[in-house]
């Protein structure tokens, strides 16, 4: 094991879509520092989460298992389970200083803080959301109160939460803190900020700076509003409306400031290991969850669907002693296979349970950047709670190859299939179309294969003949 491993700095926002940075492609944003990330780095342009809810999906990365695999598919679970290891736990192991801020979220933090598991995290800097309903143990809220604010007064006030108390800038407040101590040895630290999460509700300041009659608005059609009548029975947190009636542009506006004020707070820490002398042995990772709706095929927030908004998510690798630059690449990623980056990075093993693959080879340059996966895979089970947020019970999985995109929504029997070669956004749904039936039937046994060799659980393991 080399003495000369990387440190890794692993920036992590919640619910922010793949069409969010500008130097990929968004005219509208605001980000210069995830720019330069880009521009000096590798970006995998087609990630996709294996959940577009939040506790699965951070259970599968977490762990590089998928959400079923993991048994942990909903959000609001009592608990975790104790195996697979969290990967933070693996490379704590090897011998990392490994540090967390923010949301963790492989447990619900509803009525309490999140109890923590054997996570491998020296440093631990807790804030599941910018609420301050928790009665301890929310290091946020007792940080703005060290600064004589107050949360829930802040949040109801028409300025909002200003930067200086604001949950994204705590974020960076802590990581400067755990990167300030000194230590012989490499670190992982991994931040989780609440943003781009609704409520869409950035400080006055960075909202001030997005006019919602500049913005280019959702991706959407009227015929979205017949599709999503015939998907009215799988869960989803709002409810179908058109643009206008979402105030979707608005909406957009606001979401982009809250980018907006995570790629200033980033820049800030990337200064900091640029003079601390660190920057070069860093090695830098942005990307997200899942992705939001934000007002595509008349939908706002997230649920049981998988449009590109909801499950595509930025992935940036940036090392340039290490790594290729700029490199955009096209290929099709998991999540899954972020965490076996990261194990390979740090030499902490790859186990034999792990269902990620390693994109090492791609940011080295020894393998070719256009081709990862032939496919890659979605899952949606009973996530959402019926009282609340939306749920009702729904099993749903994705499966996604170069062109096409096959929507299962089980025990319904209604789905969606797009060509996303000549449909990119996803307006016109083939399921039905007679067509289409073979590519249907042919996409059908490739994804019941794939769920069938992917995510069975054969118990423990085979140590006898009989």
């Not at 704590?92 to 447990?107: E, M, N, R, T, W």
Request: hydrophobic share 35%.
């Amino acid at each position: 094991m080399s003495d000369k491993r990387p440190n890794i700095l692993w920036y992590c926002t919640d619910q922010q879509r793949f069409d969010t940075i500008g130097a990929l492609g968004n005219p509208h944003v605001r980000t210069p520092n995830l720019d330069a990330l880009v521009d000096g780095g590798v970006a995998f342009t087609h990630t996709y989460c294996q959940s577009p809810i939040c506790t699965p999906s951070r259970s599968s990365f977490m762990t590089g298992m998928y959400p079923s695999r993991v048994h942990n598919t909903r959000n609001g679970n009592e608990s975790f389970p104790s195996y697979p290891p969290v990967v933070s736990k693996l490379i704590a192991d090897s011998g990392y200083d490994c540090g967390l801020v923010g949301k963790f979220h492989l447990q619900s933090s509803g009525h309490r803080t999140e109890p923590r598991i054997d996570d491998g995290f020296s440093f631990w800097k807790f804030s599941h959301a910018p609420r301050d309903d928790w009665k301890e143990g929310h290091d946020y809220a007792d940080w703005v109160k060290s600064k004589g604010g107050d949360l829930d007064s802040l949040r109801e006030h028409e300025e909002r939460v200003p930067t200086e108390l604001h949950q994204t800038t705590w974020t960076t407040d802590m990581a400067l803190e755990f990167l300030s101590q000194k230590r012989n040895r490499p670190w992982m630290l991994n931040l989780n900020p609440y943003d781009p999460h609704p409520p869409f509700v950035p400080p006055k300041s960075y909202a001030d700076l997005f006019d919602p009659a500049s913005m280019p608005g959702p991706h959407f059609r009227p015929s979205d509003i017949n599709t999503q009548e015939k998907l009215a029975l799988c869960d989803f947190q709002d409810e179908v409306r058109t643009p206008e009636e979402h105030d979707a542009k608005r909406n957009q506006a606001l979401y982009y400031a809250m980018i907006a004020q995570i790629d200033d707070q980033f820049a800030r820490i990337l200064s900091f290991l640029e003079d601390a002398g660190e920057i070069e042995n860093t090695v830098i990772v942005f990307t997200s969850d899942h992705g939001e709706s934000l007002g595509d095929h008349g939908l706002m927030f997230k649920g049981c669907r998988f449009y590109e908004g909801l499950v595509r998510v930025p992935l940036i690798f940036s090392c340039p002693n290490r790594f290729l630059g700029p490199l955009q690449s096209p290929a099709l990623v998991e999540l899954l296979d972020l965490t076996a980056t990261l194990l390979d990075l740090t030499e902490a093993g790859q186990p034999d349970y792990l269902q990620g693959r390693s994109l090492l080879p791609i940011l080295t340059g020894e393998a070719n950047s256009t081709h990862h996966r032939d496919f890659v895979r979605s899952e949606y089970f009973d996530a959402l709670d019926p009282h609340f947020t939306g749920g009702g019970g729904t099993f749903a999985t994705m499966f996604r190859d170069e062109r096409y995109k096959l929507c299962v929504y089980h025990g319904k029997e209604i789905g969606e299939l797009y060509d996303l070669k000549n449909d990119p956004w996803e307006h016109n749904n083939l399921w039905d179309a007679p067509a289409e039936t073979q590519t249907k039937n042919e996409l059908l046994a490739r994804s019941f294969d794939a769920h069938v060799l992917l995510t069975t659980d054969m118990g423990s393991r085979r140590i006898a003949p009989m």
